[in-house]
């Protein structure tokens, strides 16, 4: 079992509910013109059973005071957004989580889902995810060799539903913006 050193956060999920945490990064000023201005990285995390709950440990490799966070829990048909603020010594949370209601999307056959552009450091300002498991669907990357830059692209398997993500700055704003992807046949 590998250790985990540094910052560290818990929290405990009901049964049938899964939650996973990002944390948003600001893209450095050297590259916001060229690259997304944020991106987003998931916690790693632990997990202990206790009976029908499970205790999550989260960790916090890169932190500097005030990091943002982007706490998901998905449950049968939707997911609870909320965020909060990791300080120097704890972690504050949001008072009002944003219940999240997204449609099943299903296509007939597999599919790939967007080019995504990754920052020179490689991180990505979106997320795609499996509900039903709150894993994240990981890209394949690529060098595009007409814009010289490293892309992703995902494939979504058929006949099931996908959440994504991403972080915008709208009026000084940080804003996540989700649903699932549009799969067509």
């Not at 939707?78 to 965020?83: A, P």
């Not at 997204?102 to 967007?114: G, R, V």
Request: with cysteine; glycine share 4%.
């Amino acid at each position: 079992m590998d250790i985990m050193q540094g910052k560290h956060f818990s929290i405990t999920d009901p049964e049938g509910v899964k939650t996973v945490i990002y944390q948003i990064n600001k893209t450095e000023k050297e590259f916001q013109k060229d690259y997304p201005k944020y991106t987003v990285e998931r916690l790693d995390f632990t997990e202990e059973l206790y009976g029908n709950m499970t205790k999550k440990t989260f960790y916090v490799e890169n932190s500097s005071n005030n990091n943002q966070i982007v706490i998901m829990s998905f449950g049968k048909d939707k997911v609870v957004i909320n965020n909060g603020i990791l300080e120097e010594d704890r972690v504050k949370i949001s008072k009002k989580p944003m219940p999240y209601k997204f449609n099943t999307l299903y296509s007939e056959k597999e599919e790939e889902y967007k080019d995504v552009n990754y920052t020179p450091n490689l991180k990505r300002p979106i997320s795609i995810i499996d509900p039903e498991t709150a894993e994240e669907v990981k890209p394949v990357l690529y060098f595009d060799e007409k814009t010289k830059e490293v892309k992703g692209k995902c494939k979504l398997k058929p006949n099931k539903p996908y959440f994504v993500f991403e972080i915008r700055e709208e009026n000084n704003k940080l804003n996540l913006v989700g649903g699932s992807p549009t799969i067509t046949d």
